[in-house]
Structures are given as structure tokens and as C-alpha cells.
């Protein structure tokens, strides 16, 4: 969670910061990036940076979490659709360096997933209670266990993206596609007897 100084800041300082913060983790890999270098880019001291972060990963979550808390999504089956394509060319480029965060970098990795989790799993809840109980999600299906997962797939696609070398992003989209929307409404879903 952000620090309580952080959050006091002025909204447009708030943002500033977290603008210039996503600017630096698209341009630089993740490794090279210090919280020298970030003062540096966000035009704050040492003592002010501390101030508002613990590490130099607070300022990729807290920017993180604004992003997945501004995501769009519209209704999809059982399922949201959640819409990763920001009309801000540089939240695509932000969300698109998170996602290649490395496994070497498995903690980072991990806070990220979380925060996709804390945001989406409550709204994938609500609309999977509500599929549920419209007869439209076996009865049999673990709401919060389906939500939960539902939640954390992207990460999984993504370690299976870097694991087999699968950098078209034509194929990973229509991987993603399929692991979120078919895959996953087939296991849940009430099955048409006429099927």
C-alpha cells in the first residue's frame, strides 16, 4: 500500500511522479534502474524519494496499480473482458514493460500479480456470484477459487510467453484470447444440452 505521504501529495504531483516513473521503466531495463537514477528522472532528492517510497519497486507498483485500477473492461459470457489497451501510448508501453519483468526478478513479479489480483479478483467475483446464481455458472464451480485464478492467468501466460520464447504479440494475444475466454468459460459455464 502507498505510503501516507505519497498519498497526500497534491493529486497532479501524485501524478507527475508516477508519469515519470512509468517513463523511466519503459526506457530503461528493470535491472539498470537505481533509486539514484530515479531521483534523478523524477527531479526529487534521496530524502524526498524515501519520503514517498521504501525501494525503487514501490515506484513500479504504486504506478502499476494506478494503471490496473484505470482498466477498462465490459461484459464477456461469464466473464469480464478486461481491456489492457490504454488509449495513453505510454501506459501500453508501461503495461508491456511490466509484463516482461523477468523471473529472475520473481518477487517483483510476485507484487504485481498481486496487484492485479486485489484490483480484478473482487469485480470477477461479484460478476461470477451474480452468473451463479442466473443459472448461468455450474453450481459446482468455487466462485472465489475460479475468481482467483481467473485473476492471476495473465502472469502464468506471461512465464509461459518467456519459458517457450513466444514473442509475437499477434500469437500472444490470441493465446491470452483463448486461455481467458474459451479455456476458461468452458470449464465454468452451464453446458447447452442441445451441445
Known sequence: MEKEAFLRLPEAKRELLLKKGKEAYVRYPFEDIT??????????DLTTFYRYFESRDD??????????GRTRYEDYALV??????????????????CMRIGNAHR???DRLLQVEQDILYPIISRKLRA??????????????????LFASI???LFNYFDQCGITDPV??????EYVYYRFFQNGIGVQDSAE
Open 35 to 44: 533509486i539514484r537514477f530515479l531521483t534523478g528522472e523524477l527531479g526529487i
Open 154 to 156: 495473465s502472469f502464468n
Open 80 to 97: 469480464y473482458r478486461f481491456v489492457n489497451v490504454y488509449d495513453d501510448a505510454l501506459d501500453n508501453d508501461f503495461f508491456a514493460a
Open 59 to 68: 515506484l513500479l507498483i504504486y504506478a502499476y496499480r494506478d494503471l490496473i
Open 107 to 109: 518477487e517483483i513479479r
Open 171 to 176: 500469437l500472444q494475444a490470441n493465446m491470452k
Open 131 to 148: 452468473e451463479k446464481y442466473a443459472g448461468r455458472v455450474r453450481r459446482d464451480v468455487d466462485e472465489d477459487l475460479a475468481a482467483y
